[in-house]
């Protein structure tokens, strides 16, 4: 079995609450591959500019501190990337109240989409990689052999959503969290820069009734096909 074909790239696409972080990172346990939270990337953004009191509109400096992102390899159990800016881990900081109310501004400026672009794609280069986020299979990686677009009903990605909020310490009512849920669709969908579609060739996966386990069934069935088994 050539080499090569072992080493695929795995595109994981959909909007918050979707389950695609569950799901990404399950996928790369279980095929041993790299996993890469994209989101945590621009989180990393927004958290340092907090840190520096920099003006959000301020697209240049951003961009700056977007080109000093790096993604140390996963570590722990958890399996969640830890991400540096000029050197200091903000890993702790990426789930804030602050950072999840900002971190959209953030990720609708062209230049630190462009920086942290050109981050993620020698990350995505060697393959073995599943990596996540909204632009992924239609901009990133437009190359990846799996793509997949989550989706669910509004009410479960509410839900989920919430579950995260709470496993991160906070407690959010359904009611923010549908509304938190209806701006980031919004931001995400109208963003000039990428915004989130379907890639071309990605297969949609809607998660509304699907257990976790089934749903990466579903992408490592995906995977053997991509890999000629
Ligand atoms: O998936 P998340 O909630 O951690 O993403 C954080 C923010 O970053 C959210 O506003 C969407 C945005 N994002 C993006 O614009 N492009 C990506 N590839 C990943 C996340």
């Not at 570590?75 to 050197?87: C, I, N």
């Not at 789930?95 to 942290?116: F, G, K, T």
């Not at 579950?163 to 359904?174: D, I, M």
């Not at 000039?192 to 490592?220: C, F, K, N, Q, W």
């Amino acid at each position: 079995m050539a080499q090569r074909r072992d080493a695929v790239a795995i595109a994981i696409d959909g909007p918050m609450g979707s389950g695609k972080s569950t799901v990404a990172r399950e996928v790369a346990r279980r095929l041993n591959f790299r996993y890469v939270d994209t989101g945590a990337m621009y989180r990393a953004v927004a958290a340092a500019a907090l840190r520096r009191g920099l003006s959000l509109d301020d697209a240049e400096a951003l961009a700056a501190l977007a080109r000093r992102v790096q993604v140390a390899p996963a570590s722990g159990e958890e399996g969640t990337s830890r991400v540096l800016v000029d050197g200091e881990d903000l890993s702790g900081e990426l789930r804030s109240v602050e950072v999840n109310r900002v971190v959209s501004r953030v990720a609708r400026l062209p230049a630190v989409r462009a920086a942290l672009g050109a981050i993620q794609r020698a990350l995505g280069a060697p393959g073995g990689v599943v990596m996540e986020g909204r632009d992924i299979g239609s901009v990133i990686l437009p190359d990846a052999e799996v793509k997949v677009y989550l989706t669910a009903s509004p009410e479960a990605r509410a839900r989920r959503r919430q579950a995260e909020l709470a496993a991160a310490g906070q407690v959010v009512s359904l009611e923010d969290v549908r509304r938190i849920e209806a701006e980031d669709d919004r931001a995400a969908l109208t963003r000039e820069a990428a915004p989130l579609r379907v890639a071309p060739g990605a297969v949609v996966i809607d998660s509304t009734h699907a257990p976790v386990g089934e749903v990466v069934e579903r992408i490592l069935a995906l995977v053997r096909r991509a890999r000629g088994l």
